[in-house]
């Protein structure tokens, strides 16, 4: 029984395009977050969700849209794809204020 | 501004021996959680152990305990009897509680790198 799923894994895309990254989670979470992970491992908050809403929208370029349908997905688009843009992007979610958050295995995101 | 600062990039043990990852970590926040995380060579991020501000002892789960040091702001991972299925990449990472805001993120270091040896 996956906890908190993302699809695809892997994702090799050519610069410009416009992709998209699921994520799921069946805790019954009621946050939602995306981290990056950069080339060093070094992981950065992206954006979180609490019931739908935008709770954390950090200094990113608007090309990345997070869209929360449900309490249980935060699918992530990316417009214009750029080098930079890659990373492995991880999804987690949480229940309220409690402490752990429980991530996704991550998408791996290629931009060539 | 909340920091985790991980000073070593590497370590290094022998299976069977313990090994302390160190963490020292900055905030103004009065109510804090500190967390440690694993993410061996497959890439997941495995939560191993959580550490709150006002917790008056130090966290302990399984192998795995946290040596909390408030007035030091150090919160080191200690790993007793290390197992070759430990080599791996640790992460400390920190969540301020005092807003009590569901959504609020976790700020990581940037990890230190745990081989462990036959």
């Known amino acids: 029984d996956t906890a908190v799923s993302q699809t695809p894994k892997y994702l090799v895309t050519q610069m410009g395009n416009d992709k998209s990254i699921k994520c799921e989670q069946n805790?019954?979470?009621?946050?939602m977050y995306w981290y990056k992970q950069d080339s060093k491992k070094f992981l950065k908050i992206m954006f979180s969700?609490?019931?739908?809403?935008?709770?954390i929208n950090e200094t990113v370029p608007n090309r990345f849209s997070p869209k929360s349908p449900d309490k249980a997905h935060l699918n992530l688009h990316i417009n214009s794809l750029e080098l930079g843009d890659s990373a492995v992007y991880f999804c987690?979610?949480?229940?309220?204020?409690?402490?752990?958050?429980?991530f996704g295995p991550g998408t791996r995101l290629t931009v060539t | 501004a909340q920091k985790i600062t991980q000073t070593q990039p590497g370590m290094f043990v022998q299976e069977k021996e313990a090994v302390t990852l160190d963490c020292t970590y900055d905030t103004s926040d009065p109510s804090y959680g500190l967390f440690w995380y694993k993410q061996p060579s497959s890439g997941e991020m495995i939560f191993l152990i959580y550490?709150?501000?006002?917790?008056?002892q130090n966290a302990t789960e399984g192998r795995y305990s946290l040596n909390f040091q408030k007035a030091r702001k150090s919160a080191n991972l200690v790993i007793s009897a290390s197992q070759l299925g430990d080599s791996a990449m640790y992460f400390c990472a920190m969540r301020d509680l005092a807003t009590n805001q569901a959504g609020t993120a976790l700020i990581f270091g940037k990890g230190t790198t745990l081989s462990v040896s036959s």
């Open positions: 969700y609490n019931n739908k809403e935008l709770i």
């Open positions: 805790l019954g979470h009621d946050t």
């Open positions: 550490q709150g501000s006002y917790d008056q």
């Open positions: 987690a979610s949480s229940q309220g204020e409690s402490y752990e958050q429980y």
